[in-house]
């Protein structure tokens, strides 16, 4: 069965720590991205790769750095986290988007 | 500039009735449209998709149409279940040389036994 694993399920971090979400997928795919799912915002995108070491802004990128230097793995990176980053983080992967993409579990992140 | 919406934020259904769920969309080039489901904790997953081709795809108790003069799509549970309870987002498609997926904001459905 395909999957895209989500390091954490529930993570807890103090304002202004650096937080690393980690994203892996088995699937081959070359398009990789994160979103965030906020009550009454829907889905938005923050950042996407579409290949190695390549990445492009989504509608959300600010706060938000990412990493992809393997292509089953595409990690986000809160360089200093805030309180209204406090979130469901989604990571999803995709051979082209027609086929829809995988997603996996999520990560709630509480940041304090 | 919302490209995908979901108008109404939630829906609440008696099980064993209908459930139509809408979508309007502004972009004339999306050619693909996809349903996703989402439970609480859980990561959306794929229901249901349509090509631009098409007016209607049918999945057992799902269908999806798709109107494309009125930029609009619906889906369709008959006949409703609890289990159906769940977040639904719409998604959009444009294409060649796009990488990825325009998605609503989503419609919390309750279907109440």
């Known amino acids: 069965d395909v999957k895209v694993t989500q390091s954490s399920r529930y993570l807890v971090k103090r304002t202004g720590e650096k937080v690393f979400l980690e994203c892996v997928q088995d699937?081959?795919?070359?398009?990789m991205f994160w979103y965030r799912q906020d009550p009454g915002l829907g889905l938005r995108l923050i950042y996407f790769?579409?290949?190695?070491?390549?990445?492009e802004k989504g509608d959300i990128p600010e706060g938000y750095s990412v990493s992809r230097e393997k292509k089953e793995r595409f990690s986000l990176i809160l360089e200093s986290a805030s309180t209204n980053q406090t979130s469901m983080y989604l990571c999803?992967?995709?051979?082209?988007?027609?086929?829809?993409?995988?997603f996996g579990s999520g990560t709630r992140l509480t940041v304090v | 500039d919302q490209q995908v919406k979901q108008n109404s934020p939630s829906l609440s259904v008696q099980e064993g009735r209908i459930s139509i769920l809408n979508c309007d969309y502004t972009?004339?080039?999306?050619?693909?449209f996809l349903w996703y489901k989402k439970y609480p904790a859980e990561g959306p997953t794929f229901l249901i998709s349509?090509?631009?081709?098409?007016d209607k795809n049918e999945d057992g108790r799902f269908t999806v149409f798709l109107n494309k003069s009125a930029k609009h799509l619906s889906l369709h549970i008959v006949p409703s279940q609890p289990g159906d309870s769940a977040v639904y987002f719409c998604?959009?498609?444009?294409?060649?040389?796009?990488?990825?997926?325009?998605f609503g904001k989503g419609t919390k459905l309750s279907v109440i036994p």
């Open positions: 998604a959009a498609y444009s294409g060649a040389g796009s990488y990825q997926l325009t």
């Open positions: 999803a992967s995709s051979l082209v988007p027609l086929y829809g993409y995988t």
């Open positions: 972009n004339s080039m999306f050619d693909y």
């Open positions: 790769s579409y290949d190695v070491k390549m990445k």
């Open positions: 699937m081959d795919h070359e398009n």
């Open positions: 349509i090509s631009s081709i098409k």
